[in-house]
């Protein structure tokens, strides 16, 4: 139970938070509240003139629009975003190479031929268009029924993409499939096309890498008489190879896990941010591979990302990554800092740079040593950046596709929704955890009284995951996919 009433995060700040509902003229950290302020909100801990620069985690959070008064409530009424455009990055002195070492913490997993490791042992069915979707569905249930028990799993995958489709919207959507194909918690692997769409098969089954077209079959259903009963054949074909596979014990190194965060408020980035912040340095210094997304959400928090890249190259690919996703904005005629969402405003985040600051500490401290583009698997070892928008369900979609085998995923406002890969929900508060135990995994709140037991339950609670224990989303039959749709529609 968190006894604290408000937080000073950093000297620097100009701000605390509330830590639970603070009413009018209550004392906090040296001062008097001027108004009520609700759990997760800004107040002011010293007077601000308009124009100035409020501070939260040490760095920058926008500019006051008004005059300040200490143990004001400081929100969207008097602070606004300092965002811009485009930004000429210079790598900084900090610029450094990171360091290996061995963890005693072990796993039980799937060991792949490729050499990879899996968290499920599962079967999965890619549509090439959504006009098999619904045949994909039916497959999957009728298969998952006749093979109950002998794999952790059959799942349809579906979308609306695939036909109308051009140039480089086609491709992102045959990188997104092709990715998805490859992860290795899909043990086999049935491509369902329909026939006459733009995303054809041949195409799609070279999109994947080499070492993983032997689990995956392919089915086009207009060139067979009945595709339901071709298509169990196929399935039948696949599960009793993947039936073969067993747990055994896997080092930490093996996991590549995505850091995602969804429904953020003024606690998240206090509690469950950082506390996978935490287990991203332990799982890079032991040779894991995290990997972190959602590009507009580190607009304002970039800089001190970008400094920790291993080498030059690895900066300008990270910079360049970031200024193409502002310019996806300004090509649409829409702002850069639009953001945050309703959602996060009512839950005490104010400008996107205070966003963007507690959602990259879910990257911790650890060395960045990939950029990976959008469809583009993750190299292992080591902290990767992922091009991807903020959406929850594209942007885990594209974390999948990129080889994680879970997906942590911190909320302060919760959602029932589970991705392709186990996603772990870690709420930022206690009264979000207590509210919806069949959405939350985890309970981050504990983590401001005593980090450490945070930290040691939490990775108690992600290696029983890994090794087979199902997450919330996963009992209750939330999986689904997004894919980035960016072009024109014929």
């Known amino acids: 139970m968190i006894t604290l009433s408000s937080l000073h995060i950093h000297a620097a700040d100009g701000v605390g938070v509330a830590l639970r509902d603070l009413a009018a003229g209550e004392p906090a950290l040296g001062t008097t509240t001027g108004a009520a302020i609700p759990r997760g909100h800004k107040f002011a801990l010293r007077a601000h003139r308009a124009g100035e620069v409020v501070t939260k985690y040490g760095q920058p959070i926008g ?84 093979h109950a ?34 992860n290795p918690n899909a043990a086999g692997v049935l491509l369902l096309g329909l026939g006459c769409e733009s995303n054809q098969l041949d195409a799609l089954i070279a999109s994947v890498p080499e ?50 965060c969804g429904g953020s408020d003024g606690l998240s980035g206090l509690t469950a941010n950082p506390l996978l912040g935490r287990f991203a340095d332990r799982l890079a210094a032991a040779g894991g591979t995290p990997v972190l997304t959602e590009i507009p959400e580190i607009f304002g928090a970039e800089h001190a990302l970008l400094s920790r890249a291993i080498d030059r190259q690895t900066f300008e690919a990270g910079a360049a990554l970031v200024n193409r996703f502002k310019r996806y904005f300004l090509d649409q005629g829409l702002p850069v800092s639009e953001n945050p969402s309703p959602g996060n405003i009512a839950g005490g985040i104010t400008t996107l740079e205070e966003k963007s ?49 879970m997906v942590l995923f911190t909320t302060g406002r919760g959602t029932p929704l589970g991705f392709p890969v186990p996603t772990v929900k870690i709420a930022s508060n206690a009264a979000l955890a207590a509210a919806k135990p069949h959405w939350i995994d985890f309970d981050a709140s504990i983590a401001l ?11 108690v609670t992600l290696l029983a995951i890994a090794s087979g224990a199902p997450t919330a989303a996963e009992k209750q039959g939330q999986r689904t996919i997004a894919i980035w749709k960016r072009g024109v529609t014929l």
């Open 63 to 146: 500019v006051a629009t008004s005059a300040i008064a200490p143990g004001d409530h400081v929100h969207s009424h008097n602070l606004v975003t300092a965002l811009d455009g485009e930004i000429a990055y210079k790598p900084g002195a900090s610029t450094t190479a990171g360091t290996r070492a061995s963890d005693p913490a072990t796993w039980q997993g799937y060991h792949r031929a490729d050499g990879r490791f899996a968290t499920r042992n599962e079967i999965w069915i890619l549509p090439t268009v959504g006009c098999v979707a619904v045949t994909a569905e039916q497959v999957a249930r009728d298969a998952s029924a006749r």
């Open 149 to 182: 028990g002998r794999v952790d799993g059959i799942h349809a995958f579906t979308h609306p993409h695939g036909c109308s489709q051009l140039g480089d919207d086609l491709c992102g959507t045959r990188a997104a499939l092709a990715g998805l194909a490859a």
């Open 211 to 260: 070492a993983a077209r032997g689990k995956v079959r392919m089915l086009t259903s207009q060139a067979v008489g009945n595709e339901l009963d071709a298509a169990a054949a196929l399935i039948d074909e696949l599960v009793d190879q993947a039936t073969a596979a067993r747990r055994e014990p896997c080092p930490l190194s093996a996991l590549t896990v995505g850091l995602k």
């Open 357 to 405: 600051l507690g959602a990259v500490q879910k990257a911790g401290q650890a060395p960045l040593v990939h950029v990976v583009d959008y469809g583009e698997a993750a190299p292992p070892g080591g902290l990767a950046l992922l091009e991807a928008p903020g959406n929850d369900a594209v942007s885990s979609t594209a974390l999948a596709a990129a080889g994680c085998t």
């Open 449 to 459: 009284e005593d980090p450490e037991a945070a930290d040691r339950q939490f990775l």
